[in-house]
């Protein structure tokens, strides 16, 4: 096996799927196929032009202005979450954490997580997660540190997902590991995936004193402005991307697998935002930061 130094990489197996190949999980709504289709707009690459990244096509920024129109304040909703995962990543590693299991990552678009750790620790591995073939090859041309590994696998098969990572990624499931599902779980059809499942299967192996992080697009429960815009919200994503859906704060609660969620809580980051950053989108994320004891 290659040491700790070992240069970066990509590693496809064949029980991964391969590029323009979708799974099964990727037929049945979870929208992060073959990034390279420029005929329909692709999730990881309309969050991407949201932050101001240039690896999206014109259909994915039209499709971003659409979103947009039907959530305010969308394109600003992408920074936010972007934001909350980057003070996660920060305060984890001040406390010590060493492991981060970036899952769904998305294009790259910097700062990067593991720039972000080298500010606190040089000793940190960071494995990151895509089934998109065009974010896995972005990602290994950008991601030139020699803790990091890129792996081109589906978030919704732990078994290979956690075997690459151990393997070729170097991850040593007997010490703390972060677990990140940064806005990635409202892409996944929970018709056919059970997502709290999903999250459990990932978190029953992890050691103690290891974190899981979710953010999530969120369905109020009363019959208020906030719950039609969410209701809004979601067909539009339906019919631009083919999913997208908001959840219940309850629903949410049941992925974190009966771990500890940290104190605030569950809370949307619009809570802790200047009044003047504060949009109706702003609204509609739920973020959480639980620990396995």
Not at 143 to 157: E, F, S
Request: with cysteine; aromatic share 8%; charged share 20%.
């Amino acid at each position: 096996m290659c040491g700790p130094h070992s240069r970066r990489f990509a590693i496809t197996e064949p029980a991964v799927p391969l590029p323009g190949t979708p799974s099964a999980s990727a037929r049945d709504g979870y929208c992060a196929g073959n990034g390279f289709d420029e005929t329909r707009p692709a999730a990881a690459r309309v969050i991407a032009s949201c932050l101001g990244g240039k690896d999206a096509y014109e259909i994915d920024r039209h499709a971003a202005a659409r979103l947009d129109a039907a959530l305010p304040g969308f394109p600003r909703l992408a920074q936010t979450n972007r934001d909350w995962l980057h003070g996660v990543v920060a305060d984890l590693a001040a406390a010590g954490v060493r492991q981060f299991l970036d899952l769904g990552t998305g294009l790259p678009y910097p700062p990067y997580l593991h720039h972000i750790l080298g500010e606190h620790h040089r000793d940190h591995r960071v494995v990151y997660v895509d089934r998109d073939s065009m974010v896995v090859r972005h990602a290994v041309a950008h991601y030139k540190d020699r803790a990091v590994a890129v792996i081109h696998a589906d978030l919704t098969d732990p078994d290979v997902v956690l075997r690459l990572a151990q393997r070729h990624g170097h991850l040593d499931l007997d010490r703390p590991v972060a677990v990140l599902l940064s806005g990635v779980l409202h892409y996944i059809d929970d018709r056919h995936v059970d997502i709290a499942a999903l999250t459990r299967a990932y978190t029953d192996l992890l050691a103690p004193a290891s974190y899981l992080a979710i953010s999530h697009y969120h369905r109020p429960g009363t019959d208020s402005d906030t719950a039609h815009l969410a209701e809004t919200a979601q067909a539009s994503f339906l019919d631009i991307l083919g999913c997208g859906w908001f959840r219940t704060r309850e629903q949410i609660h049941s992925y974190f697998a009966d771990l500890a969620i940290l104190a605030p809580g569950l809370r949307t980051p619009h809570a802790d935002a200047h009044a003047r950053f504060r949009t109706p989108a702003g609204q509609l994320l739920l973020t959480g930061l639980a620990r396995k004891t």
